[in-house]
């Protein structure tokens, strides 16, 4: 079930719709609709006419599979000097398209801001730069005009509104954040033989996901949770059915997708 229509089938009849109890569950239906967009309001503390305010601005990101947010800033930004002086920020993602704003989904994560020190990490550097760079391939460029930066923001609270009357309210510690997938580091190979092999099951996907026709589509990330896939200059996020913490895990959930879309 998509989260459309797992928000309507929430809000049908009269009266305050069901909550979920389970936070890890809340987490997921947050993570996924996360996945669907590219930019958020970044938040962070600074410094001004001699107090300190907290400056928000529409800032790109991707999210890891553990669930964090992966932020690129320049140097010259006020919020990349305000991270460094206090971490804490919060990081809100809504739905920009909906003409309702108020009753569509919008997540709020109370985080601490680290940056990822290329010569100290510098194996999680290349892996979150090339994860940010498949979404935003013209971010590779700004490094040759200023000094950018990669952010991990790790969310120690979360504020999740998934409609009206279905609010969640609930600290991250373990609800958020996911394990790292065994595959990480060599699931291009499964990118690679999707793309290759499956391509008329990709099509398919994204027609079911988009409910309309389409000529092409191809896989460019998978997590453990679902994968995006890029179709006509846009990437879309589906979900799996199930987890896919393994490569026998990934090849399962396309499999159940591709008999059950």
Not at 52 to 65: A, D, F, H, I, N
Not at 122 to 139: D, G, H, L, N, R
Not at 189 to 196: C, F, G, P, R, V
Not at 235 to 244: D, I, L, P, T, V
Request: some cysteine; charged content about 25%; glycine content about 4%.
């Amino acid at each position: 079930m998509s989260e459309n229509e797992e928000t309507k089938t929430a809000t049908k009849g009269r009266g305050r719709p069901e909550l979920m109890k389970d936070m890890k569950e809340v987490s997921r239906v947050a993570r996924a609709f996360m996945k669907k967009w590219d930019s958020g309001i970044l938040s962070s503390l600074g410094s001004y006419e001699d107090k300190s305010y907290p400056l928000g601005s529409l800032t790109p990101y991707v999210l890891t599979e553990e669930g964090d947010v992966i932020i690129l800033v320049s140097d010259l930004a006020p919020h990349t000097h305000n991270m460094w002086k206090a971490p804490q920020v919060c990081f809100t993602v809504f739905d920009m398209e909906a003409s309702f704003k108020q009753a569509s989904p919008r997540v709020s994560l109370v985080a601490e801001a680290t940056q990822i020190d290329e010569k100290k990490e510098p194996e999680k550097f290349a892996t979150i730069s090339e994860k940010y760079f498949t979404f935003f391939p013209m971010a590779r460029n700004y490094f040759k005009a200023h000094n950018f930066y990669f952010f991990t923001i790790k969310p120690v609270h979360v504020h999740f509104v998934r409609t009206f009357g279905q609010i969640y309210d609930y600290k991250a510690e373990g609800n958020w954040s996911l394990p790292t997938p065994e595959w990480k580091g060599s699931e291009q190979s499964a990118i690679d033989h999707m793309n290759k092999d499956h391509k008329s099951s990709l099509v398919k996907y994204t027609k079911a996901l988009l409910d309309k026709e389409m000529n092409d589509a191809t896989l460019v990330a998978v997590d453990s949770e679902g994968f995006h896939i890029k179709s006509e200059d846009k990437f879309h996020y589906m979900n799996f059915q199930g987890s896919a913490g393994d490569m026998k895990g990934l090849h399962r959930e396309f499999v159940s997708l591709s008999k059950n879309c």
